[in-house]
């Protein structure tokens, strides 16, 4: 299972692995603070995406198209996220203060996907 939250929140036993879905660290919070398991920057959105996004409600549907294209052409790096997703219960946290449209939720999507078009094969 897949959760999702703020870095910033308190970690918790129910978070399982905490991965930090960023490009960037999150500004004022210490690695121990953070408890984060592994640092998956390299699937997360490019800067130039990032940059053009900036979380802006009228883009959230292109955002995810072209995020997802890029988390297409990385399947190296999917391989190393569902390493994690696929022996235990993680949570995917990030810095952004928008909660609903932001590069966790457009990944988590994607991981979803993944799985469902994985389960239909067998």
């Known amino acids: 299972m897949i959760k999702i939250k703020r870095v910033y929140d308190k970690p918790e036993s129910s978070d399982g692995a905490r991965i930090l879905v960023d490009r960037l660290w999150p500004r004022g919070l210490s690695k121990e603070t953070a408890r984060i398991a592994y640092w998956a920057k390299d699937i997360s959105p490019s800067p130039e995406l ?30 190393k996220l569902r390493a994690y997703t696929e022996k235990e219960d993680v949570t995917f946290v990030y810095s952004s203060k928008e909660q609903k449209i932001n590069n966790a939720v457009a990944l988590k999507e994607y991981m979803e996907t993944l799985d469902r078009q994985r389960r239909k094969k067998f």
């Not at 009228?58 to 190296?76: C, I, M, T």
């Open 50 to 79: 990032r940059k053009w996004y900036r979380h802006d409600p009228e883009k959230w549907g292109e955002f995810r198209k072209r995020y997802h294209a890029e988390l297409d052409g990385n399947p190296e790096g999917i391989t």
